[in-house]
């Protein structure tokens, strides 16, 4: 299983990015797939998830109707697309595959290398 992010960069408030994640190793269109973020020294935070058909999307609070997950399953990419960015935002952001636990919990089985998003004047 390899995941490989890739769009990350610098920006100023407001601004937007749309990340990419290249999936390969697995069936990419069998899995849900999460974007996951952490900033250094805190734990992960979960930001997005999607499931295998590219329905059904799921937003953290903190990005709810400035975030766009979606995938494109005839090319195994996972895309994030980023608008009215914030500087709480910047974070290391990290694609993962994902499913649910017997208990209704998402989990996440492999992470890619992640990309790094800073939002800054």
């Known amino acids: 299983v390899q995941l490989v992010e890739s769009g990350g960069g610098m920006v100023q408030p407001g601004g937007s990015l749309r990340l990419s994640c290249a999936a390969s190793g697995f069936t990419f269109s069998s899995y849900s797939m999460s974007w996951v973020r952490q900033v250094p020294g805190k734990g992960p935070e979960w930001v997005s998830v999607i499931n295998s058909g590219g329905g059904r999307p799921y937003y953290a609070d903190s990005v709810k109707g400035r975030f766009t997950i979606s995938r494109d399953n005839a090319k195994n990419t996972l895309y994030l697309q980023m608008n009215s960015l914030k500087p709480e935002d910047t974070a290391l952001y990290y694609c993962?595959?994902?499913?649910?636990?017997?208990?209704?919990?998402?989990?996440?089985?492999?992470w890619g290398q992640g990309t790094q998003v800073t939002v800054s004047s």
């Open positions: 993962a595959r994902s499913g649910v636990d017997l208990r209704g919990s998402y989990y996440f089985d492999y």
